[in-house]
């Protein structure tokens, strides 16, 4: 079926609502059409835990924000993105604040501020550790609302249709009627998440498999920075525990990792201790486990803070760990590190601007500039929200220039139903695992390479079932999953040093001339 729309936004996090609400005061004729691939609740803003960096008090200054943002990019960050998203931090939490959503407060009535790691002041607004449920709640009750903006859950992007770099919208399939809409429209906005399912252990929600940066990746975008993808140290250890994260606000209100012993360890490899920057962190934990033989750590704050502190601050954690009977009030929480923010992703301005015509990519899925090497915590709300307003405003300004371009209909070829939906778990399964092993924490140059031999086989295999048969949602997250684990693999090659995030056994220091990454199409 052929659909038009002037607005095409795919993607339900806090990036692509919070642009819908824009659009729609700005122009509120202007039709949108908004489309995830679960529900609205399915995405990696529903499980931020943390908050949103934003200075807030008089013992804070927007240029301290700005110096720990860069401390931690670790010499990638593009200065001036950094300066502009940071100093438009407070207008954006204010409306926020305007909106309804309930920042946690103290005794005295003041915005409770966390502090968490590679942070020099508490600025951390926070709803206890829900952050993300709550402000997506907020939105997505706003949203709904609104009449110009039409909602469509279970729809699953494909591909976008682009000619000589310019986008005209998008192939998506209906996931319940197995219909493959052509969507065409004066701008397609991709606020597609992460791409943590990349990896055998993450936070991150099932469909954080990468469709953004693939899509925008086979359309002639630039991608950068992919070898810098974000571990986060603490994620819940259990068999049956499946991607929880287990805040750093917690080590910011004192929880210490220690091992299996009952010894801290943190001391050994960062002067902030407990509050190191993530990839300190990470790497610490990995050293620990690699050295012991140990299976995971422990995150101690049971010892530090009261029982009423604990779960009047950690309610989420709290209730979660609760249920696979670890009382973290009485006991340590047994934890591991995990893929946990995709740092890289399709090169933009701070607008959401590609180098495609009309097609726009905000949040985890673009490379602003403003992480680096290392993403400062609490900051990817922050980003979202400040881009996607200014993604709001150039759409406007363009918005009466464009024009709907329809497209041909999807060709079906000689695809039939699948015979061998084995292929898809068995590919799955091995990516994952290899680009724990290999492309994970630590890496070496030959773990680098079995990755590399191994994705480009697995490739031909995708792309030969991709055209083989009918399109569903696990083959179509499967060829992003894979077009990604190489984008990361390459990248993270092509860096001859350690630096941030990427860490390499065979470059452990700094090159003294170091740039961004940067990939396009062919490879």
């Not at 529900?39 to 013992?59: F, H, K, P, R």
């Not at 249709?161 to 991709?190: M, P, R, W």
């Not at 992703?345 to 701070?350: H, N």
């Not at 979202?384 to 150039?394: F, K």
Request: hydrophobic letters at 35%; glycine letters at 8%.
């Amino acid at each position: 079926m052929k659909i038009k729309t002037d607005i095409l936004i795919i993607g339900g996090g806090v990036s692509g609502l919070s642009l819908a609400l824009k659009l729609t005061k700005l122009a509120p004729n202007t039709q949108i059409l908004l489309v995830t691939k679960e529900n609205l609740t399915e995405c990696n803003t529903y499980y931020a835990q943390g908050g949103i960096a934003c200075v807030w008090n008089e013992d804070d200054t927007l240029e301290k924000h700005i110096q720990d943002t860069l401390i931690a990019g670790d010499g990638l960050c593009d200065e001036s993105i950094v300066r502009k998203i940071i100093s438009k931090a407070p207008e954006r939490v204010k409306e926020l604040i305007d909106w309804g959503v309930e920042f946690t407060r103290n005794s005295s009535g003041e915005y409770d501020l966390g502090k968490e790691g590679g942070h020099s002041h508490r600025r951390i607004l926070h709803v206890n550790d829900l952050t993300g449920q709550s402000v997506q709640q907020k939105l997505i009750t706003m949203v709904k609302k609104l009449n110009n903006i039409e909602i469509k859950e279970y729809w699953c992007a494909i591909n976008l249709y682009s000619k000589n770099f310019e986008c005209y919208g998008a192939y998506i399939l209906d996931q319940k009627s197995g219909e493959i809409h052509n969507v065409a429209a004066k701008s397609t906005i991709l606020a597609t998440g992460g791409a943590g399912k990349i990896y055998l252990y993450t936070t991150n929600p099932d469909v954080a498999s990468g469709d953004g940066i693939a899509m925008a990746y086979r359309a002639g975008a630039i991608i950068a920075n992919m070898e810098f993808y974000q571990f986060h140290p603490t994620c819940l250890y259990h068999p049956y525990a499946k991607s929880l994260l287990i805040t750093e606000a917690m080590r910011g209100e004192g929880a210490v990792l220690k091992d299996i012993r009952g010894n801290e360890f943190m001391q050994k490899y960062h002067p902030l201790k407990d509050l190191a920057p993530r990839d300190i962190a990470s790497r610490a934990i990995d050293a620990e486990l690699k050295r012991t033989g140990d299976d995971h750590v422990y995150l101690d704050i049971a010892s530090y803070r009261k029982a009423d502190f604990i779960k009047h601050h950690f309610p989420g954690v709290y209730d979660t760990c609760l249920k696979f009977n670890i009382d973290i009030t009485k006991e340590p929480i047994p934890v591991v590190p995990a893929a946990h923010y995709c740092t890289g992703g399709v090169l933009t301005k701070i607008d959401g601007s590609t180098k495609v015509k009309s097609l726009y990519v905000i949040g985890e899925s673009s490379c602003t500039g403003l992480h680096g090497a290392n993403r400062l915590a609490s900051n990817s709300l922050l980003e979202g929200l400040v881009c996607a307003h200014e993604c709001a405003n150039v759409i406007n300004d363009r918005l009466n220039t464009l024009k709907v371009i329809q497209f041909e209909e999807w060709e079906h070829g000689n695809a039939v139903p699948s015979t061998e939906a084995v292929i898809i778990t068995q590919n799955w399964d091995e990516i994952r695992r290899f680009m724990w092993n290999y492309v994970g924490i630590v890496r070496t140059d030959l773990r680098l390479q079995r990755a590399k031999k191994r994705i480009n086989l697995l490739l031909d295999e995708i792309d030969q079932y991709y055209w083989d048969f009918q399109i569903e949602k696990n083959l179509i997250e499967l060829r992003n999953l894979a077009t990604v684990a190489k984008l990361i693999i390459v990248s993270a090659i092509s860096r001859k040093e350690s630096r941030g995030i990427h860490y390499n056994i065979d470059y452990p220091e700094k090159s003294t001339m170091s740039r961004p990454t940067t990939l396009r199409r062919p490879w």
